[in-house]
């Protein structure tokens, strides 16, 4: 299928925004409003002002905010609803009908989820995308990096390949104009990524787009580079630069990691909160809060130190497994582009730093006692002890051996299986991404991990139980959730920032990409 937009054009387009894409107010969210506004909760959820469009320039806002907080009966509340239109939140559910199947619900969803192409406001905080995209849901109403992969598999099934093109290219647009993936097209996103997902979008295109991978090769090592960067100035085992560490044999290995040292503009007061309960230098609690952001699991018992606390959190101190084992297929993408593209020399050098990267998993990542993978403590020199479906990102990368596979299958049989789906972690904590919930995406990567390797009967089962808590759901509300408890099948679930929400991006498309794999087996 040919592009309708060559990436020639894209990169034109990339060149011409570039300047618009990364223009921030920045000063804003180091401003006195700013912190009087978050720190005094004027909006429930601190996502909300950060959405907030103004009225008129931010700093002219900011000016009269510094003399009319000085005059008598000032308040507040009332100067941002004057000079602030709140963030738009399309309705993202229908009224229950007890005639209309989960499948049917979903695909009557994708218009409401959809956004088209952007207009660029200066002091808006989002970040314009040149093609139409589709975001989460609920508070949600930007694209989000990793969710996107997720929910191009339900997209798939449905052959909504132009979309799936659209937003493959809004993301190598991002790549080009910022040389990185940010979390979500915010431009308080724009310190950090999230899993690194593209080599997967770009290998999803593949099937109906066999040059996919030379198309977009300019873009798949642009984000290398960004995962990579300063691996070159690490001279000595221990040695961190951004995302890279150098391990104690000398590998190189990469962590989440946010350059902006400060609480983050849309969990402003939590992350204060937080850094004060913790009794620790607030800038190194910033950082960890924001890297473990950057992981797409806000928050786990895997970045605790304690295992039970947030303000225990030290994220940079750990290199986590699924993060490597996306890098190794980042890697073998770029090898394969530039293969077909005849550079051989550049497919070799990354086939080798692909193996040096497997190896690095297998040596610091694989528990032999365990038969599972863990994340490592690079500064205790030794695996964190929190077990989480982390561990099942090697499955899915086809890492292991099929004596290896099995192992974990009975792991993940004995330790995450239960009635709604697999558990995120064996950790209660009150996280969202803890015990008892469970996740779509962590579904999918763990059902295709144990079919790569013909363990079907297990896949099969953390299928039929996760669907099953998707109807039993849908039915009783009428609504897709984020997450859902799959230990006690009679709730929804719970804990975290903010409320469960509903739409939902990645819940859908996994939801249509299990049903379709279960009508193939019915053929």
Not at 58 to 69: A, C, V
Not at 223 to 237: I, T
Not at 336 to 341: I, P, Q, R, V
Request: glycine residues 6%.
């Amino acid at each position: 299928m040919q592009n309708r937009i060559s990436i020639l054009i894209l990169f034109f387009m990339a060149s011409c925004f570039q300047r618009e894409v990364v223009k921030t107010p920045v000063d804003f969210y180091t401003s006195e409003l700013f912190k009087d506004v978050q720190l005094n909760q004027i909006f429930k959820d601190s996502k909300t002002f950060v959405d907030c469009t103004p009225k008129r320039a931010i700093i002219e806002i900011m000016q009269d905010y510094e003399t009319q907080k000085l005059k008598p009966g000032f308040e507040l509340a009332v100067f941002v609803t004057k000079n602030f239109d709140l963030p738009d939140r399309p309705q993202s559910t229908f009224k229950t009908d007890s005639l209309v199947s989960m499948e049917e619900h979903i695909n009557k969803l994708w218009p409401v989820l959809t956004r088209i192409a952007d207009q660029y406001d200066a002091d808006a905080s989002l970040i314009p995308l040149p093609q139409q995209y589709v975001v989460p849901g609920g508070r949600f109403s930007e694209v989000y990096y990793w969710d996107s992969y997720f929910t191009m598999l339900g997209l798939k099934t449905q052959g909504k390949y132009e979309l799936i093109q659209d937003m493959v290219e809004n993301f190598g647009f991002l790549i080009d104009s910022l040389g990185f993936i940010p979390n979500g097209n915010r431009n308080y996103y724009l310190s950090r990524s999230q899993p690194p997902f593209f080599s997967l979008m770009v290998k999803l295109l593949e099937a109906y787009d066999v040059n996919a991978s030379r198309t977009f090769l300019p873009m798949l090592k642009k984000e290398y580079e960004f995962w990579m960067h300063g691996a070159g100035q690490l001279q000595q085992p221990g040695d961190t630069f951004e995302h890279v560490v150098m391990m104690a044999d000398g590998t190189i290995m990469n962590r989440y990691y946010d350059r902006n040292p400060r609480p983050r503009p849309e969990a402003y007061r939590e992350d204060v909160e937080v850094a004060e309960a913790s009794g620790r230098n607030p800038q190194e609690v910033y950082t960890h809060l924001r890297a473990a952001a950057e992981s797409g699991w806000d928050f786990s018992s895997r970045w605790f130190e304690d295992g039970q606390h947030l303000k225990t959190i030290h994220t940079t101190d750990i290199i986590p497994v699924d993060l490597n084992a996306l890098l190794y297929h980042l890697e073998k993408m770029i090898a394969k582009g530039s293969y077909l593209n005849g550079d051989k020399e550049e497919s070799d050098r990354l086939s080798k730093l692909a193996d040096a990267r497997r190896r690095g998993i297998l040596t610091f990542c694989w528990d032999e006692n365990e038969h599972y993978f863990f994340d490592y403590d690079f500064k205790k020199g030794k695996q964190t002890p929190y077990k989480s479906l982390a561990g099942v990102y090697p499955l899915f990368f086809e890492l292991v051996s099929p004596v290896e596979a099995e192992q974990i299958a009975k792991v993940i049989e004995r330790d995450f299986l239960k009635p709604g789906g697999l558990v995120t972690t064996a950790q209660t904590t009150g996280q969202q991404w803890d015990a008892p919930n469970g996740w779509a995406p962590l579904q999918w990567m763990a059902y295709q991990g144990l079919q790569h390797y013909s363990i079907r009967p297990l896949a099969a089962e953390i299928r039929k139980r996760w669907i099953r808590q998707n109807i039993r759901v849908y039915t009783a509300t009428g609504k897709m959730m984020e997450k859902y408890n799959v230990m006690d099948t009679t709730l929804v679930a719970g804990g975290g920032e903010y409320p469960n929400q509903d739409g939902f991006g990645w819940t859908n498309g996994v939801a249509l990409a299990f049903i379709h794999e279960i009508k193939i087996d019915k053929q």
